[in-house]
């Protein structure tokens, strides 16, 4: 299990004065950006519901707290992704609202209806998101550098946090039981789900701007994302290792990415309390 989970109370200027396309003045890269941020207040409160549902079963004091820090983590990122989201609302990209409250809503159905299932696929993003993290922290000059300092505090923050909390939902869905088969069919869902919304989002905000059939910025943009220096490159290999019988996160060692990035991030936020 991760060794120490802080929650930390980040106060990040998100009011004004972000530019639109805040991620190295390009479209393409902002976009996608911003569907990616858009899907966390709703996803982050699933996760957050689908593993304290098992509290009550969880007898080790360790593992109660890495889940009580887990949800503090989880909470702050949803609320700070919730002020990006108002942002893209008081932007023009109305839908984006209207799509989170038909996600919402289903997530909550899930988490009252199918527990286990909620959980295994909380388990599948974090392991997505632990792969993210650690794109920006081993590679900050594709991902962060490039963006309006007041976004990269905040994308270093979240990146860190995923990294220091990645195994706790693994965690509790291997305690409450969860197998093998569940946790495949649920990584595959989670990658097609979270690509699609990716997609439709990132095209519906190029769609609003009047870009979305601009053939040169897609393939810039694709090669931003898959090409050689790609920012989604090289993780392939990490991704497959969850579909391992005997996979765990850990075996993924951060721990130099988190020992390194930890005081770059604590020294935009307040101490903890
Ligand atoms: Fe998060
Ligand atoms: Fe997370």
Redesign the pocket.
């Known amino acids: 299990m991760t060794e120490l989970i802080r929650i930390r109370h980040p106060d990040f200027d998100l009011d004004s004065g972000i530019p639109r396309y805040w991620m190295a003045g390009d479209p393409f890269k902002t976009h996608f950006m911003n569907a990616l941020s858009s899907v966390f207040p709703d996803g982050?409160a699933f996760?957050v519901r689908a593993v304290m549902h098992y509290r009550e079963r969880v007898e080790d004091p360790e593992l109660l707290e890495a889940m009580r820090a887990f949800a503090g983590?989880?909470g702050q990122?949803s609320h700070h992704h919730a002020r990006h989201v108002q942002m893209l609302l008081d932007q023009g990209y109305a839908a984006i609202g209207r799509m989170n409250r038909m996600a919402g809503r289903f997530m909550a159905w899930a988490n009252r209806r199918l527990p286990l299932d909620s959980l295994a696929h909380t388990a599948a993003l974090?392991h997505l998101?632990a792969l993210l993290a650690r794109q920006v922290m081993t590679r900050p000059e594709m991902w962060v550098d490039e963006a309006d300092p007041r976004m990269a505090a905040m994308w270093r923050w979240h990146a860190l946090?995923?990294a220091e909390?990645?195994a706790v939902a693994f965690d509790v869905y291997r305690l409450a039981g969860g197998g093998y088969a569940r946790r495949v069919v649920a990584q595959i869902s989670s990658t097609l789900g979270l690509a699609f919304e990716t997609w439709l989002r990132m095209a519906y905000m190029l769609w609003v701007d009047g870009l979305l059939l601009r053939p040169r910025m897609w393939m810039d943009g694709m090669r931003w994302l898959f090409g050689r220096t790609g920012v989604l490159r090289g993780r392939g290999g990490d991704y497959l290792r969850w579909y391992g019988r005997d996979f765990h996160p850990d075996e993924i060692d951060d721990g130099p990415e988190i020992a390194r990035w930890r005081p770059l991030v604590e020294a935009d936020i307040p101490a903890p309390a």
């Open positions: 982050e996760f983590q989880e990122h974090e998101t946090e995923e909390h990645k």
